[in-house]
Nanobody, 118 residues
Framework: VQLQASGGGSVQAGGSLRLSCAAS????????MGWYRQAPGKQRELVAD???????NYADSVKGRFTISRDNAKNTVYLQMNSLKPEDTAVYYC?????????????WGQGTQVTVSS
């Protein structure tokens, strides 16, 4: 499965963007799909993830501003980002994880740049 991230861009603080992560195959089998980000000079960090059952998890820094969702019919995961801040500037990566027995399969998209200016 290949993941294609899109939707990044440059916005002013307070603006919104919606990221999309389209999978080349079915995402139904992925137990967890998520978005990570990496700012220059920093480690990659989890932004949000969503389980196959629909439960979600968010980094404290984005709670109340970002919303993750998945559309299994379209094989796509979204990240709606509102009230963007300059500290949200990073390359955003989508991720998909599934376990088959005890083996973990981990897939990454290519990343999309988000730049928020003050």
């Amino acid at each position: 499965v290949q993941l294609q991230a899109s939707g990044g861009g440059s916005v002013q603080a307070g603006g919104s963007l919606r990221l999309s992560c389209a999978a080349s195959g079915s995402i139904f089998s992925f137990q967890v799909m998520g978005w990570y980000r990496q700012a220059p000079g920093k480690q990659r960090e989890l932004v949000a993830d969503i389980r196959s059952g629909g439960s979600t998890n968010y980094a404290d820094s984005v709670k109340g501003r970002f919303t993750i969702s998945r559309d299994n019919a379209k094989n796509t995961v979204y990240l709606q980002m509102n009230s963007l801040k300059p500290e949200d500037t990073a390359v955003y990566y989508c991720n998909a994880v599934k376990w088959v027995a005890t083996i973990k399969y981990d897939y990454w998209g290519q990343g999309t740049q988000v730049t928020v200016s003050s």
